[in-house]
C-alpha cells in the first residue's frame, strides 16, 4: 500500500496570501487530522476530518480551515498568512472506526511565510 | 485536559548502550492509548510503541519497549543495543480511543536522541 502522501512537499508564501496543502490518505482510511510542527510550540492538532465531516478541531483561529472530499484526500487552507503560520504541517491517517488506534503520518508540507 | 510532558529535552547514548527516555501525563480518563513516535532528520514521523492503559503487561517491540505505570501516569520507552539508526526526536502520545470519535493526538514536546558512535 503506498503511504500518506502531501503536496507540495515546501511551499513559500508572503503575508496576506493564502494557502492550500493536500492530503492523500491511505487507500481504505477515511480520516485524516492535521497537526502544525513549530519549534516554539511543538505538536499541535488543528483538527480532523471522518467521511467528509469534521470530527475535532483544535484550538486554531478561523483562519485554519479543512476539508475532505468523498474519497477521502483533505485540504486544509490558511487564508491571509502571518509570519506565525511558518511550520511543518503534517497530516496523519487512520481507518478512523472504534477498533482503529493507529495513525500514519505523511512527510509533511514545509510552508515558509515572509 | 490531557497534557504531556517529556522532561529532557536531549539525550546521548553511546552505541550498542541502553537509554530509557520519560514521559509523564496528566488525564482524568481511565482507558486510553499511550504511544513513542519517532521522528528521523527526515521528518517523517514514524510509531515506534504503542501501550492501551487497560493492559497492564508493558508492550515490546524488539529493542524497544516501556515502562507502563498507569497509577503514577508514567510512560517510559528503553531502547536496547542502541544503534545509530536509532537518533531522532522520540515523542510521547496521548490518545482517547476512537469509540468516543477522537482521533487527536496530544504529543509531549519531545527528546532528541544521539547516538554516540
Known amino acids: 500500500k503506498a503511504g500518506v502522501t502531501q503536496t507540495p512537499r515546501y511551499l513559500i508564501k508572503t503575508r496576506g496570501q493564502q494557502v492550500t496543502l493536500s492530503c492523500s490518505p491511505i487507500s481504505g482510511h477515511r480520516s485524516v487530522s492535521w497537526y502544525q510542527q513549530t519549534p516554539g510550540q511543538g505538536l499541535q492538532f488543528l483538527f480532523e476530518?471522518?467521511?467528509?465531516?469534521?470530527?475535532n478541531k483544535g484550538n486554531f483561529p478561523g483562519r485554519f480551515s479543512g476539508r475532505q472530499f468523498s474519497n477521502s484526500r483533505s485540504e486544509m487552507n490558511v487564508s491571509t498568512l502571518e509570519l506565525g503560520d511558518s511550520a511543518l504541517y503534517l497530516c496523519?491517517?487512520?481507518?478512523?472506526?472504534?477498533?482503529?488506534?493507529?495513525?500514519?503520518f505523511g512527510p509533511g508540507t514545509r510552508l515558509t511565510v515572509t | 485536559a490531557q497534557t504531556v510532558t517529556q522532561s529532557q529535552p536531549e539525550m546521548s547514548v553511546q552505541e550498542a548502550e541502553t537509554v530509557t527516555l520519560s514521559c509523564t501525563y496528566d488525564?482524568?480518563?481511565?482507558?486510553?492509548?499511550l504511544f513513542w513516535y519517532k521522528q528521523p532528520p527526515s521528518r517523517q514521523m514514524i510509531l515506534v510503541i504503542r501501550q492501551e492503559a487497560y493492559k497492564q503487561q508493558n508492550a515490546t517491540e524488539n529493542r524497544f519497549s516501556v515502562n507502563f505505570q498507569k497509577a503514577a501516569k508514567s510512560f517510559s520507552l528503553k531502547i536496547s543495543d542502541s544503534q545509530l539508526g536509532d537518533a531522532a526526536m522520540y515523542f510521547c502520545?496521548?490518545?482517547?480511543?476512537?469509540?468516543?470519535?477522537?482521533?487527536?493526538?496530544?504529543f509531549g514536546t519531545g527528546t532528541r536522541l544521539t547516538i554516540i558512535p
Open positions: 488525564t482524568s480518563e481511565s482507558d486510553y492509548y
Open positions: 502520545a496521548y490518545r482517547l480511543p476512537s469509540n468516543f470519535g477522537n482521533e487527536k493526538l496530544t
Open positions: 476530518y471522518f467521511s467528509e465531516t469534521q470530527r
Open positions: 496523519a491517517s487512520s481507518p478512523g472506526l472504534y477498533s482503529s488506534y493507529e495513525q500514519y
